[in-house]
């Protein structure tokens, strides 16, 4: 089993920065990639950006591409969300998510691909 904490959320200005961090733990080892998802109220989950836990491989969704940065600790087992210029419609419960499978690059948007999640943390971007 791979657990999985998130931490960083807190509410900011239009504008503003904020780092996400989704600690890893347990049967690490297991891990071939790491997305971020996020849920509005009233919608769908939606995928932000993973990236291979391996390193190599990166995928960001075309609405963060050049806000948002994702990055790890190898040593902490950690992974980071680097969020910059954000915007009222980026309010959401982040949470991060873990692939089991070598085959999560097929479909890594989907968040069926992904075996275990954190219990999320709120983003709230005041206007």
């Known amino acids: 089993q791979v657990q999985l904490v998130e931490s960083g959320g807190a509410l900011v200005q239009t504008g503003g920065s904020l780092r996400l961090a989704c600690a890893a733990s347990?049967?690490?080892?297991?891990?071939?990639?790491l997305g971020w998802f996020r849920q509005a109220p009233g919608k769908e989950r939606e995928f932000v950006v993973a990236f291979s836990w391996s390193g190599g491989a990166t995928y960001y969704a075309d609405s963060v591409k050049g806000r948002f940065t994702i990055s790890r600790d190898n040593a902490k087992n950690t992974a980071y969300l680097q969020m910059n210029s954000l915007q009222p419609e980026y309010t959401a419960v982040y949470y991060c998510?873990?692939?089991?499978?070598?085959?999560?690059?097929?479909?890594?948007?989907?968040?069926?691909?992904?075996?275990?999640w954190g219990q999320g943390t709120q983003v709230t971007v005041s206007s």
């Open positions: 347990g049967r690490t080892f297991s891990i071939y990639g």
């Open positions: 998510a873990a692939a089991l499978s070598p085959r999560w690059h097929a479909d890594y948007p989907g968040r069926y691909r992904y075996d275990s």
